[in-house]
């Protein structure tokens, strides 16, 4: 399966942004979706994650504020950020959970937040 991701770039303070991720394969269907963060000198951070049926979880420190989503049809999961705050800036990444141990990577996509 490959991931590929998009929409990263520089807000403002407070503004938004939507980040994509398309999946190829048939796959993307049966698997649970997440986008996951990193900033250098950071471990990895799970920011949000979706069932196959579209059940949302969120990390405490995007909730009320990101809005994970998927599109079956289109095999593409968003990443909806509204309130962006400087600590947000990181490269996101979008991961297919494949529930078998190997599950897919996208490359990821970078976003910076000025003050």
Request: proline fraction near 3%; charge should be neutral.
């Amino acid at each position: 399966v490959q991931l590929q991701a998009s929409g990263g770039g520089l807000v403002q303070a407070g503004g938004s942004l939507r980040l994509s991720c398309a999946a190829s394969g048939s796959i993307f269907r049966h698997s649970a979706m997440a986008w996951h963060r990193h900033t250098p000198g950071e471990q990895r951070e799970l920011v949000a994650i979706i069932s196959t049926g579209g059940i949302p979880h969120y990390a405490d420190s995007v909730k009320g504020r990101f809005t994970i989503s998927r599109d079956n049809e289109k095999n593409m999961v968003f990443l909806q950020m509204d309130s962006l705050k400087p600590e947000d800036s990181a490269v996101y990444y979008c991961r297919l959970i494949s529930g078998v141990g190997d599950d897919s990577w996208g490359q990821g996509t970078q976003l910076t937040v000025s003050s």
